[in-house]
């Protein structure tokens, strides 16, 4: 079965500092990966799409990037601010497929 | 727009009762899912719905599970009987169109069952 798998350890970054998550997955490639941000209490929202034949994309300061020899997501986010602190999750989506597999998320803290 | 809409927002019942959660999606939207999250398993896709109709409810955990969308404005999960074991946060979420349309989510049912 699809396994996805994201820091699980709290990833602590220096304001102004880049932070990068990993969302790695195994067996088959998904058609497009999501990104999403949880703030506790509260559902996901979605920040950033990137499809199977897309390397990388840039919204403000996030930066998402896909690699499916690797198999792997990375997401980035520059001149980070205490703001940005949340858990981010990426999911998976699959063509003829409508629902997302979400990786457990990586919780990450901004320190001013 | 008010974004989507669970209902309650927090649940505490006990053992052998029945649950029933409600979810109004964003006006227009044709998608709607369900989901539920806990620690150990994280975020899973339950069921959903496509105009109404459910689509894929293989994520469904069992029998105690059901989930109706008698019209595009409102759906529910029901659970019958409750059991400890589905204590976790339940969200609804809503899409416009399909695939990689982004998913805009509630603000969760937390369900405690004693």
């Known amino acids: 079965s699809q396994k996805i798998e994201q820091n699980s350890e709290a990833l602590n970054i220096q304001e102004g500092k880049t932070a990068t998550l990993t969302c790695n997955y195994t067996n088959y490639s998904p058609a497009y990966l999501q990104w999403y941000r949880q703030d506790p209490g509260r559902g996901p929202v979605f920040l950033l799409l990137?499809?199977?034949?897309?390397k990388e994309k840039r919204k403000e300061r996030l930066k998402v990037t896909f690699d499916t020899t690797l198999k792997q997501s990375l997401f980035h986010i520059t001149a980070s601010q205490p703001a940005d602190s949340a858990t981010y999750l990426c999911?998976?989506?699959?063509?003829?497929?409508?629902?997302?597999?979400f990786g457990k998320g990586t919780h990450l803290i901004i320190q001013p | 727009d008010a974004g989507v809409i669970q209902s309650p927002r927090h649940e505490v019942t006990e053992m052998g009762q029945e649950v029933t959660l409600r979810c109004k999606p964003i006006?227009?939207?044709?998608?709607l899912f369900w989901y539920r999250q806990t620690m150990m398993r994280g975020l899973e896709l339950l069921i959903y719905?496509?105009?109404?109709?459910?689509?894929?409810d293989s994520g469904m955990p069992e029998d105690r599970f059901s989930a109706k969308m008698p019209n595009a404005s409102f759906s529910t999960l029901k659970i019958q009987p409750s059991e400890p074991r589905d204590s976790a946060v339940y969200f609804c979420?809503?899409?416009f169109g399909q695939g990689a349309d982004e998913q805009y989510f509630g603000p969760g049912t937390r369900l405690t069952v004693t």
């Open positions: 999911a998976l989506g699959w063509a003829g497929a409508d629902g997302l597999t």
């Open positions: 990137i499809r199977e034949n897309e």
């Open positions: 006006s227009g939207h044709d998608y």
């Open positions: 979420a809503s899409s």
């Open positions: 719905f496509n105009n109404n109709v459910p689509i894929d």
